[in-house]
């Protein structure tokens, strides 16, 4: 609408300067010059102002347009930056959650212990017999025990008995951990002196060697601590005859006829299997 309305107003501006020069022609051709003139002057002075107020408008609109794409620019950069805000939340929100497993254990044994890994070793080194010795020092506390979603059972209503299999105890987690050297030393087997006995005497120019020693040492030990100490292998069988008489007293209330089996197979469920309900309907009907 405010197009067709400047377009009528420029079209009558146009008929005005047109009447104008005609005057003007008129004028000029009944020999009156000077008012020819000055009709012809007055019509190109008013179309001059007409073109440059058309100019000022055109130049207004198009500040005002720049005006507005560089607002607009900027509220798609902010958004753009808001995305990328949201989008790295979301890829360490994700990163988090494929962290979670659902595990569902019976702990037994949380053993607070401190233990002792020895090092004696010797090695030749450019034609010089070298000896390494210390002690590390491993301060924990381990669990063990089972993951109950790895046991398996089956039910025999006939006999009215409850198989329980796979009772693997293990080492299930580790609380506070600490590794720390309580000494090394680095020996070399040499003289003192020309012409004396030859004995272990410290060594200082291997300090470097001996540091790295040190700590691929601690970091075999970490790592081997991530299967359960050796040093507590033998608590293996008392946790799972634990295990043992803690599911008989679980399923006690269900069925007293309890056996134990070393192997599942297909035909054996994970605990959320077991449907308690039927198995204490079956028991009552008998």
């Not at 890994?117 to 301060?139: A, F, H, M, W």
């Not at 506390?141 to 299999?165: M, N, Q």
Request: aromatic residues 8%; glycine residues 4%; neutral net charge.
């Amino acid at each position: 609408m405010k197009k067709s309305i400047f377009s009528m107003t420029g079209i009558k501006r146009y008929l005005l300067v047109a009447a104008i020069i005609i005057v003007a022609i008129i004028l000029l051709a009944n020999k009156l010059v000077i008012w020819g003139a000055a009709f012809l002057a007055a019509g190109l002075i008013i179309l001059g102002i007409q073109q440059l107020i058309l100019l000022n408008v055109k130049v207004s609109r198009f500040e005002d347009n720049i005006t507005g794409l560089e607002e607009k620019n900027q509220s798609l950069a902010k958004m753009n930056e808001k995305l990328m805000e949201e989008n790295e939340f979301l890829k360490e929100r994700h990163f988090q959650i494929t962290q979670i497993k659902s595990i569902l254990e019976m702990n037994l044994f949380e053993i607070d212990t401190r233990f002792k890994r020895t090092v004696n070793k010797t090695e030749q080194l450019n034609d010089r017999e070298i000896r390494y010795i210390g002690s590390l020092g491993v301060s924990l506390k381990a669990k063990y025990g089972i993951d109950l979603k790895e046991l398996r059972f089956k039910y025999l209503p006939e006999s009215d008995e409850l198989i329980v299999a796979n009772i693997n105890p293990r080492f299930l987690s580790f609380g506070n951990r600490k590794l720390e050297w309580e000494f090394f030393e680095t020996l070399e087997y040499r003289r003192q002196l020309p012409l004396t006995v030859k004995r272990w005497m410290t060594s200082d120019d291997l300090a470097e060697r001996a540091e790295k020693l040190k700590e691929e040492i601690r970091l075999e030990t970490e790592h081997s601590l991530e299967s359960g100490p050796e040093e507590f292998a033998w608590i293996m069988e008392p946790i799972r005859e634990n295990v043992e008489n803690t599911i008989r007293i679980m399923f006690k209330g269900v069925t007293s006829n309890i056996r134990i089996a070393e192997m599942a197979d297909n035909t054996f469920v994970p605990i959320e299997g077991i449907k308690l309900g039927k198995l204490e309907e079956n028991k009552r009907l008998k």
